[in-house]
């Protein structure tokens, strides 16, 4: 069965700190895809990263980067120098590879999330 | 940013009453969803559809259903609202396949009291 875990609940760190978010995951699948989302206090989600199983390099994008190794499936994100507007909850997911019937969604299936806070 | 909108925002409706949110887009995409968001639980898939007319369930569609006449409307229903689907809906969409990053709207916080 596939499973997101997001062990660290609640972090909070002192801006800019560099700060790490963890996320684990369970798959029999050996096609899949991850994703991180964004979700500040206003509420609305903003997609962030898909990374294919097929990709391990990791990413980077400004102070964003993500490290994914599949020997210990996890898929973990670092925000360095961290600032007050990266105060969020962030989401980690997975989804299933393409499914044969197109009538079948993929399955996302979201960790729980973890709430960091960048305190000034 | 992805054209989704939600409607209402905030409804606040009596237990047994139906209720209809309302998701739009105008990006032509083929798969719409609809999810719930509560505390601890990150975003549980209630509906999703993969074309006009069809549509089908996900893990938590108990109590919900769905319909989907154009590409750009996907209506979730509660046919008699219940205090445990107090939560927050969010819509998405995917341009193709299911797989394909997934595109969120502002969300709607629905209370059933």
């Known amino acids: 069965a596939q499973k997101v875990t997001q062990a660290q609940t609640e972090i909070s760190v002192v801006e800019k700190e560099d700060v790490t978010l963890d996320c684990v995951y369970e798959?029999?699948?050996?096609?899949?895809?991850l994703f991180w989302y964004k979700q500040p206090p206003s509420g609305e989600l903003v997609f962030l990263i898909r990374?294919?199983?097929?990709?391990?390099q990791n990413e980077i994008s400004g102070r964003y980067s993500w490290n994914f190794q599949k020997s210990t499936s996890s898929f973990n994100f670092t925000i360095t120098a961290s600032q007050v507007v990266d105060s969020a909850v962030y989401f980690c997911?997975?989804?299933?590879?393409?499914?044969?019937?197109?009538?079948?969604?993929?399955?996302?299936?979201f960790g729980s999330g973890t709430r960091l806070s960048i305190r000034p | 940013d992805a054209g989704i909108t939600q409607s209402p925002r905030h409804k606040v409706t009596e237990t047994g009453t139906p209720v209809t949110l309302r998701c739009h887009q105008t990006?032509?995409?083929?798969?719409m969803y609809w999810y719930r968001q509560d505390p601890g639980h990150g975003l549980r898939l209630i509906h999703y559809s993969y074309g006009v007319k069809d549509t089908d369930k996900g893990e938590v569609s108990d109590g919900y259903s769905v319909s989907r006449s154009k590409t750009e409307d996907f209506l979730l229903t509660l046919e008699s609202a219940t205090s445990s689907q107090t939560s927050v809906y969010f819509c998405?969409?995917?341009?193709?396949?299911?797989?394909?990053?997934?595109?969120f709207g502002p969300g709607t916080r629905l209370t059933v009291l």
């Open positions: 997911a997975l989804s299933e590879a393409t499914p044969v019937r197109e009538s079948s969604a993929s399955k996302i299936i």
């Open positions: 998405a969409i995917s341009e193709l396949v299911s797989t394909d990053t997934q595109y």
């Open positions: 798959t029999r699948d050996t096609t899949y895809y």
């Open positions: 990006e032509n995409h083929r798969y």
């Open positions: 990374r294919n199983s097929f990709d391990e």
